[in-house]
């Protein structure tokens, strides 16, 4: 079984691919009852497909994770993360998190996919040939994962980057406290009403009213609304204008 959580795609397509390779089940996080028992076939892999928040597991998915009955223990459990480039103590982290749910993280791959968090002045897209270049080399590296998934192996193939213990246990604290919110998205004059965002929100946070989007507070800045709106008229402050878009297939 494959639980992931996406909002631009990028960790959709990493869960998608593990999960042809290795014939496991993948369900989307969104759409799966955290309430419901989840029984493992015999020696089925548990697998967890997240992209990386801050140098951090998004709380989305350790949220769910915590709620999320198991009727018994995996006998192998993986982290498959994607980011920008580096991770931080993400792989530790995510450790902890199976720990307290009384299992063990057997495995860890990391994948450096095209980048979606723009929140921020210096934070920008990649040209669409650097993205294609990332995406091209976690192609190339997906066989080998799955071989590995398959064969059980306890391995764990990182890039936590320079200062992680800093990034992840300082600098993300910080990202959710002031940096973590949806009261600075707005739109401008070309939103069409088209509900796009509030479709591809993966924690519902968004509805239009009186034909224009509300934010509800719920929100992890996973930018999907923002990269997906069809005229670009969705913006984060004034950190994210003129910086295009990107989601998993498509770049403007």
């Known amino acids: 079984m494959i639980y992931y959580f996406s909002g631009c795609g990028n960790s959709r397509y990493v869960a998608e691919t593990l999960a042809h390779g290795t014939g496991d089940r993948f369900v989307d996080i969104r759409h799966s009852a955290a309430a419901d028992p989840l029984t493992l076939h015999d020696d089925e892999a548990l697998g967890f497909v997240c992209p990386v928040y801050a140098w951090e597991v998004p709380r989305v998915m350790v949220e769910f994770i915590e709620h999320l009955p198991l009727t018994r223990q995996p006998t192998y459990t993986y982290l498959a993360c994607t980011c ?32 979606t968090y723009i929140n921020m002045r210096g934070f ?23 071989e590995d998934i398959k064969a059980r192996r306890e391995v764990f193939r990182d890039t936590p980057g320079r200062f992680a213990w800093f990034k992840s246990r300082v600098m993300n604290p910080l990202f959710y406290a002031w940096l973590i919110t949806d009261t600075k998205f707005w739109v401008d004059d070309s939103c069409i009403a088209c509900g796009t965002c509030g479709q591809v929100c993966p924690l519902d946070n968004i509805e239009l009213v009186g034909g224009r989007p509300r934010w509800h507070g719920d929100c992890t ?22 910086k295009g878009q990107y989601h998993f297939g498509r770049q403007t």
């Open 84 to 115: 920008g480039d580096n991770t931080g103590r993400t792989m530790r982290h995510f450790a902890e998190v199976m720990r307290r749910k009384g299992s063990k993280l057997n495995a860890g791959f990391a994948f450096i996919m095209p980048e």
């Open 124 to 146: 920008n897209l990649d040209t669409p040939e650097q993205a294609q270049r990332k995406i091209d080399a976690t192609t190339a590296l997906l066989p080998g994962v799955v």
């Open 221 to 242: 800045n996973c930018m999907a609304c923002y990269h997906h709106c069809p005229k670009n008229a969705i913006n984060f402050g004034k950190a994210t204008l003129g």
